[in-house]
Each structure stands twice: as structure tokens, then as C-alpha cells.
């Protein structure tokens, strides 16, 4: 793909797209009474996805857009973690059943930050309150710095089936730019630690465009990588946007690389992944073969959520913890975002709703259009269009836009199918937004579209 179109189209900040509408667009009008009467409607046979967020970690890293905050006690977690349990309860009372559940992850912050006894207890309450199959994946986000072999011991013992451990780069230089020492003896020592504890599936997460990242290092990071064969790599481009995220003014900006070069970057991990035999799952995630997402990529039955591309194909996610989202069928709900105050809320036996969004039938039919794309890179616009009786010119939001893009041979659309061009995948982003009939009015800050 030219390099004229990183240029054009990279700079643009658009959403993510792991939910339509995205959480800028989520107001006070849902509530906890909306949440509770969603809860009570989940279907006795419906499974369902739990996220929970655990919001501390020992050091900050400056990239982090995360919810997270720095403790060195473990006092705080402890009292955390019995706020999580009882938001559990609180749920499960709420649905009046154990609700059968397909897949767990635990994501942060880092949850590995709890003592081995008190993450067997977290999800000891989990499997009270919810009917855990027996086959369900059961993921956590893990910083390889700090895990200790009693920790790995225990996620192994608790179920845990699969690690996602966030590396971002070797380059010591680069680590030095972004507060993120890790060696590579420490991370082999972790994903070693994790298979001996009966943890098989290892996911990596990279980022490119940091502070004085090059395409170099970029690909020897790759190869380190390539050595510790995990089943998965997520890519992601590094969002700087220090007015969100304070701590990211520690990063020196005239460091860090433009769009054209964020856009090599990319690229050159790209190539290099499928070159080592990764199948490239939508824009930014990379599996073996055999692995379930390159599965669901294959078949057709990808999906997109708050953690990325996913083959969980349950319809009702329910978040625990301060920030926490969850979706339900109706909509969307967030949880208080300080830790103060969602625990002020538990501890009065409320759920800890703080927000949210009620889907109408034109977000359904935007946000599958989205999705679509952002999974398969094409979509049918004609059958779409045709299920939820509207006439297939109504699915388009921006025209100069998709113009643009078809003019650019970014994108194609042929008797009502719109597909991404081969090399195009890293502009699906902006494809996407072309259908988003909320984003005209956003006044939020997003990422860069590359």
C-alpha cells in the first residue's frame, strides 16, 4: 500500500471500534435500575462473558491508557478484591440463577498483582456465583516482570487457560522512553513458568510507534519473540494523547515517529509474523493456525470487544470492577470509574453502575456494519440493509469519506459488498467510520487511525 495514504489518512483520530457506540457516547440516563431489569432478563441457557478489571500496578508505565493506579501495598488490593466478590454476589443475586459462562478475563491494571491466595479466592467466588463450563477460557493480563512461580502456580490450579503478556518492545532504549524496563530472561522465565503450571495458551502484546522506536528494533523484538512461540500476538499502535492520560507527558513527543513511520512499523511486524506462519486476523491481532481466533476468522465467526478480536461468542458480557464494562442485549453499561467510588458503592449492596447506553435499532444496524468490517474487512451491504429493512444508501454516514477511500483503491464496493483491498487492512479503521452515524457530533479524543 503507498505510503501517500498513511500520510493522508493517519493522522485522522478515530475510534477504536471495540463497541458501537463507543463509551464517549454513554450517559447517566441508564442506570443501576436499567442494569438490574437487563440482569433479570438473560435467558436460564444463555451464556455469558465475565471482564474484571483490576486497576493497580506496582509501577506506572507512561504509555498506558489504561484505568489503573500505582500501590505498593497490598492492602488496597485486598480490600479490592472483596469488592469484586461481593459485586459479584450482588449480580448473580440480581439474575436469581447461575448464569452459565463461556469465557473470564481478568484484565488491568495488572490482576496478577494479588497474592496467589487472594486470585484463588476471587475466582473461587466466581464459580459460586456463576455456572463456569467446564470448557470456558479463563484469560489474564500478566506484566512477565513480576510474576512469581507461586502466582503462575496458582493460575494454573484457578483454571486459567490462557496468559496475555505485555512485552511492547526489547529495545532498551525504548523501555528507558517509556518507564517499562523487561528483559527478555525475564519474560522467557514467566511464559516458562506459565506452561509448567499447566497454562498453555501465550499471548504477546506489541506496540509500535513509541518514543524513538525503530523499524530495527521493531523486528528484533519480533524474533526475540518468535523464540518463547506464542499462540498469539496483538499489535497495537501507541495512542498518545496526553490530555486524557497525564502521565503520558513524561514521554518526549518529538520522539515520537509520524504516521508514514508508525504505518512501516506495522507493517514490517506484520509481514514478519506471517512470515514466521501467524495468520493476520483483522488489523492488529495475529494467530497460529490452529488457534480458536484464526478459527473464527476463517469461518466467519470473528468478533470485536472491549479486550480486541475475540471467538467469545456470547451476546451478554457482564463487567466487574471500577470501570468495567459490560454489554447487555438492551445496551451498555460502565461502572464507577475511581476505585473510592465504586467500592463506596458496593459496600452500600448496590451494583456499582455509573453509566451507560440504551442501543436503538439504527445502532444495531451501524454497529453490525462496523463490526463487519473491522472483523472480516468486508461486509454485504445489500443483505444487511435488507435485515433490518432499510434501504442500503441509509448505511452510509460520511460519502466524501468512503468517496475518498474508493477513489484511493482503499476500498471496492461491488453489487452491495464493500471489501478492504489487499493492504488496505491497517486503514479499516477509517472505512468504518464512513458508517458511523455517531461520530459527526463526538467531541472525544480518539487515537490515530494509524
Given at each position: 500500500?503507498?505510503?501517500d495514504?498513511?500520510?493522508?489518512?493517519?493522522?485522522?483520530r478515530?475510534?477504536?471500534?471495540?463497541s458501537?457506540?463507543?463509551?464517549?457516547?454513554?450517559?447517566?440516563?441508564?442506570?443501576?435500575?436499567?442494569?438490574?431489569?437487563?440482569?433479570?432478563?438473560l435467558?436460564?441457557?444463555?451464556?455469558?462473558?465475565?471482564y474484571?478489571?483490576?486497576p493497580f500496578?506496582?509501577s506506572?508505565c507512561w504509555?498506558?491508557?489504561?484505568?489503573?493506579?500505582v500501590?505498593?501495598?497490598?492492602?488496597?488490593?485486598?480490600?479490592?478484591?472483596?469488592?469484586?466478590?461481593?459485586?459479584?454476589?450482588?449480580?448473580?443475586?440480581?439474575v436469581?440463577?447461575?448464569?452459565?459462562?463461556?469465557?473470564?478475563?481478568?484484565?488491568g491494571?495488572?490482576?496478577t498483582?494479588?497474592?496467589?491466595?487472594?486470585?484463588?479466592?476471587l475466582?473461587?467466588s466466581?464459580?459460586?456465583?456463576?455456572?463456569?463450563l467446564?470448557?470456558?477460557?479463563?484469560?489474564?493480563?500478566?506484566?512477565p516482570r513480576?510474576?512469581?512461580e507461586?502466582?503462575?502456580?496458582?493460575?494454573?490450579?484457578?483454571?486459567v487457560?490462557?496468559a496475555?503478556?505485555?512485552?511492547?518492545s526489547?529495545?532498551?532504549?525504548?523501555?528507558?522512553?517509556?518507564?517499562?524496563?523487561?528483559?527478555?530472561?525475564?519474560?522467557a522465565?514467566?511464559?516458562?513458568?506459565?506452561?509448567?503450571?499447566?497454562v498453555?495458551?501465550?499471548?504477546?502484546?506489541?506496540?509500535?510507534?513509541?518514543?524513538?522506536q525503530?523499524?530495527?528494533?521493531?523486528?528484533?523484538?519480533?524474533?526475540?519473540?518468535?523464540?518463547?512461540?506464542?499462540?498469539?500476538?496483538?499489535?497495537?499502535?501507541?495512542?498518545?494523547?496526553?490530555?486524557?492520560?497525564?502521565?503520558?507527558?513524561?514521554?518526549?513527543?518529538?520522539a515520537?515517529?509520524?504516521s508514514?513511520?508508525?504505518?512501516?512499523q506495522s507493517?514490517?511486524?506484520?509481514?514478519?509474523?506471517?512470515?514466521a506462519?501467524?495468520?493476520?486476523v483483522?488489523?492488529?491481532?495475529?494467530?497460529?493456525?490452529?488457534?480458536?481466533?484464526?478459527?473464527?476468522?476463517?469461518?466467519?465467526?470473528?468478533?470485536?470487544?472491549?479486550?480486541g478480536?475475540?471467538?467469545?461468542?456470547?451476546?451478554?458480557?457482564?463487567g466487574?470492577?471500577?470501570?468495567?464494562?459490560?454489554?447487555?442485549q438492551?445496551?451498555?453499561?460502565?461502572?464507577?470509574?475511581s476505585?473510592?467510588?465504586?467500592?463506596?458503592?458496593?459496600?452500600?449492596?448496590?451494583?456499582?453502575?455509573?453509566?451507560?447506553?440504551l442501543?436503538?435499532?439504527?445502532?444495531?444496524?451501524?454497529?453490525?456494519?462496523?463490526?463487519?468490517?473491522?472483523?472480516?474487512?468486508?461486509?454485504?451491504?445489500?443483505?444487511?440493509?435488507?435485515?433490518?429493512g432499510?434501504?442500503?444508501?441509509?448505511?452510509?454516514v460520511d460519502?466524501?469519506?468512503?468517496?475518498?477511500?474508493?477513489?484511493?483503491?482503499?476500498?471496492?464496493?461491488?453489487?452491495?459488498?464493500?471489501?478492504?483491498?489487499?493492504?488496505?487492512?491497517?486503514?479499516?479503521?477509517?472505512?468504518a467510520?464512513?458508517?458511523?452515524?455517531?461520530?459527526?457530533?463526538?467531541?472525544?479524543?480518539?487515537s490515530?487511525?494509524?
Amino acid at each position: 500500500m503507498r505510503p501517500d495514504l498513511a500520510k493522508s489518512y493517519g493522522q485522522h483520530r478515530l475510534p477504536r471500534y471495540t463497541s458501537y457506540p463507543t463509551a464517549p457516547h454513554f450517559s447517566m440516563l441508564v442506570c443501576e435500575s436499567d442494569y438490574q431489569t437487563w440482569l433479570k432478563s438473560l435467558g436460564a441457557q444463555q451464556s455469558a462473558s465475565i471482564y474484571v478489571h483490576v486497576p493497580f500496578c506496582r509501577s506506572m508505565c507512561w504509555y498506558c491508557g489504561c484505568h489503573t493506579s500505582v500501590t505498593k501495598r497490598q492492602e488496597p488490593i485486598a480490600i479490592y478484591a472483596a469488592g469484586l466478590r461481593t459485586e459479584a454476589y450482588l449480580v448473580a443475586e440480581t439474575v436469581g440463577r447461575r448464569q452459565p459462562i463461556s469465557h473470564i478475563h481478568f484484565g488491568g491494571g495488572t490482576p496478577t498483582i494479588m497474592t496467589p491466595e487472594t486470585f484463588a479466592d476471587l475466582v473461587s467466588s466466581l464459580r459460586y456465583c456463576f455456572a463456569v463450563l467446564p470448557d470456558a477460557e479463563i484469560a489474564v493480563e500478566i506484566d512477565p516482570r513480576m510474576l512469581s512461580e507461586p502466582m503462575a502456580e496458582a493460575l494454573g490450579y484457578c483454571g486459567v487457560s490462557r496468559a496475555s503478556l505485555g512485552i511492547q518492545s526489547f529495545d532498551p532504549v525504548v523501555q528507558q522512553g517509556i518507564n517499562r524496563l523487561q528483559s527478555f530472561g525475564q519474560t522467557a522465565t514467566s511464559v516458562d513458568r506459565l506452561r509448567r503450571a499447566g497454562v498453555e495458551r501465550i499471548n504477546f502484546d506489541l506496540l509500535y510507534g513509541l518514543p524513538l522506536q525503530t523499524v530495527a528494533s521493531c523486528l528484533d523484538t519480533v524474533a526475540k519473540c518468535l523464540d518463547l512461540h506464542p499462540d498469539r500476538f496483538s499489535v497495537f499502535g501507541y495512542a498518545h494523547i496526553p490530555s486524557f492520560k497525564k502521565h503520558q507527558r513524561k514521554i518526549d513527543a518529538s520522539a515520537l515517529p509520524d504516521s508514514v513511520t508508525r504505518h512501516h512499523q506495522s507493517e514490517t511486524i506484520a509481514k514478519a509474523l506471517v512470515d514466521a506462519g501467524y495468520v493476520r486476523v483483522g488489523i492488529d491481532h495475529f494467530a497460529l493456525p490452529d488457534d480458536n481466533l484464526a478459527q473464527a476468522r476463517r469461518e466467519g465467526w470473528l468478533r470485536r470487544n472491549f479486550q480486541g478480536y475475540t471467538d467469545d461468542s456470547a451476546d451478554a458480557l457482564i463487567g466487574l470492577g471500577a470501570s468495567a464494562i459490560g454489554r447487555m442485549q438492551q445496551g451498555f453499561v460502565a461502572n464507577a470509574v475511581s476505585t473510592k467510588h465504586y467500592l463506596a458503592r458496593i459496600a452500600e449492596d448496590r451494583l456499582a453502575t455509573a453509566k451507560g447506553y440504551l442501543l436503538t435499532d439504527d445502532d444495531r444496524f451501524h454497529g453490525e456494519i462496523i463490526e463487519r468490517i473491522m472483523c472480516d474487512l468486508a461486509v454485504d451491504l445489500s443483505e444487511t440493509s435488507r435485515r433490518y429493512g432499510r434501504d442500503p444508501s441509509s448505511a452510509v454516514v460520511d460519502r466524501y469519506r468512503l468517496d475518498s477511500l474508493i477513489a484511493d483503491g482503499v476500498v471496492a464496493i461491488d453489487d452491495g459488498q464493500l471489501s478492504v483491498a489487499a493492504g488496505a487492512e491497517f486503514l479499516a479503521r477509517a472505512v468504518a467510520s464512513a458508517f458511523d452515524a455517531h461520530l459527526p457530533r463526538s467531541g472525544a479524543i480518539h487515537s490515530q487511525a494509524v
